[in-house]
């Protein structure tokens, strides 16, 4: 089938065609600045924009930086106020006259791992956790997600592991590599003794440096970069449409 994939992020929102029984782009992705005040409507205008530059009017998956119940944006993190209780489903198919579902934004990039990249034929339990200006989670058990887990919220030693270990955190502390694989050490041992998955897979865009910080991890649990990096949420968010 195929949908249009669209990832909306805090400074970009990309989209493109995606052939979800190949996870191929069917073309080059279009790039739009995220709307500064990053409300839902000015959000669903750039989709529709995006839409309309490829001539859609077949159905649209869209990645969001939130946990999405139903359609409903349930909780703002990173993103304006105003999404939270906004039926995003309703209002992005308002807008753009195409049939739109909107998933986590990590629970789409670990759709498109497991289908497509490091998660393919995994077995056990696999946990992609998303690296950037949060951290986002997806856990699957025998290929099966449980959407909408926020493990980036976990709260560790007083704090939100999103503040303390995600890639903003390594850039606002300017920490080196070894300090932040330490603290990034630390969540994903939290995660290890809570879930003890089979394989952490890291995605955002820190998993191009991977080889800085990866081979310094200590945990047991088997870890591997992403392998879709860029196009994971534009792939995912077409496959998340599939589940609707
Ligand atoms: C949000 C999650 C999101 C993650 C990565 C967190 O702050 O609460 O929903 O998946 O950031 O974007």
Not at 104 to 116: F, H, K, S
Request: proline share 5%; charged share 20%; net charge negative.
């Amino acid at each position: 089938m195929h949908i249009l994939g669209i990832d909306i992020g805090g400074s970009g929102i990309k989209g493109a065609p995606v052939d979800t029984e190949t996870g191929q782009l069917l073309a080059e992705r279009l790039r739009i600045k995220t709307p500064k005040n990053g409300e839902p409507e000015p959000i669903a205008e750039v989709v529709n924009q995006i839409a309309q530059s490829f001539n859609w009017n077949s159905p649209i998956g869209i990645g969001f930086p939130a946990p999405i119940k139903g359609g409903v944006t349930m909780m703002a993190a990173n993103v304006s106020e105003k999404w939270v209780g906004t039926n995003a489903d309703a209002l992005f198919t308002k807008i753009t006259g195409c049939d739109c579902t909107m998933i986590n934004d990590a629970d789409a990039a670990g759709l498109a791992e497991m289908t497509y990249g490091a998660g393919r034929g995994q077995p056990g339990t696999v946990i992609m956790v998303t690296l950037g200006t949060g951290i986002g989670s997806a856990i699957f058990h025998r290929g099966q997600l449980i959407p909408n887990t926020e493990f980036g919220h976990l709260e560790i030693e007083g704090e939100d592991a999103e503040f303390r270990a995600s890639d903003a955190a390594r850039q606002r502390d300017d920490l080196s590599w070894k300090k932040y694989a330490k603290r990034l050490n630390k969540y994903l041992k939290t995660m290890e003794k809570l879930f003890w998955p089979n394989l952490f897979i890291i995605g955002g865009g820190i998993s191009k440096e991977s080889e800085k910080f990866i081979p310094l991890l200590t945990i047991d649990t088997h870890v591997v970069p992403a392998q879709l990096l860029n196009e994971a949420g534009i792939v995912g968010a077409a496959l998340g449409a599939l589940r609707k």
